[in-house]
């Protein structure tokens, strides 16, 4: 627990962005998320992702911080969940935003640069701001980025599972599914504290919260 505040506003992409600064122990990695009030006796505090490092806090978005405005105060509770884990023998990563904005997988481009790795980011959106190195790919191209990857991580609202299941489900023997990560979205209004159930997510075998288990599964889990 711990307080930060909304540094900067920025706009990328269409997304509104936030520079929180923070101190170092609040800051999620990627795809693990910090809850964010702002008062401390906020009755549905919003998780903030990390979609880049900046000095001294994170970048984040969300469509819940459109009203936070530089100097906003907030309310901190996290690192919470289950983050991204990109091997570091990955040479080839595939960030695949399924059925929305890729603002959460934001946050692998570096690390995943950093370690050597081509990065491609795939999904039916506009991007501009993109480093130079990372190339942009429509959805179509999903049944060659599988070929090509060694480390696939997807998002997709948990409402949509069953459609990525089937279209994965064609290309299981794929060996990059292996190792692939998939981020679930859903609200996680409690952040498991009290276990409200409200992010429970359907696995091959029973359920797990995606507020704590998750929001990162293991393709194989799912
Ligand atoms: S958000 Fe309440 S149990 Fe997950």
Not at 46 to 69: Q, R
Not at 92 to 104: C, E, M, N, Q, T
Not at 156 to 168: C, G, H
Request: hydrophobic share 45%; aromatic share 8%.
């Amino acid at each position: 627990m711990g307080t930060g505040q909304v540094v900067e506003t920025l706009l990328e992409d269409g997304f509104r962005l936030a520079r929180i600064s923070c101190a170092a122990n609040l800051i999620p990695s990627a795809g693990q998320y910090t809850l964010a009030g702002a008062a401390s006796d906020a009755p549905l505090p919003v998780p903030l992702f990390h979609t880049d490092s900046a000095p001294e806090g994170f970048i984040t978005a969300s469509p819940e911080t459109e009203s936070w405005n530089p100097g906003q105060r907030l309310f901190l509770r996290g690192p919470l969940g289950r983050g991204f884990n990109v091997p570091l023998s990955a040479r080839k990563v595939a960030l695949i935003a399924f059925d929305g904005s890729p603002i959460r997988l934001r946050g692998l481009i570096r690390p995943g640069l950093n370690q050597g790795a081509a990065v491609v980011l795939v999904g039916n959106f506009s991007v501009e701001q993109l480093p130079d190195e990372v190339e942009a790919q429509p959805l179509a191209a999903l049944p060659d980025i599988l070929d090509w990857a060694d480390c696939l991580a997807f998002d997709v609202a948990r409402e949509n599972l069953f459609e990525l299941r089937e279209t994965l489900g064609a290309l299981k023997q794929l060996p990059a599914l292996e190792e692939a990560q998939v981020l679930i979205r859903t609200s996680v209004p409690c952040g498991g504290v009290a276990e409200c159930g409200v992010c429970a997510v359907s696995l091959k075998f029973g359920w797990k919260l995606a507020c704590k288990d998750g929001p990162v599964f293991e393709w194989k889990e799912l």
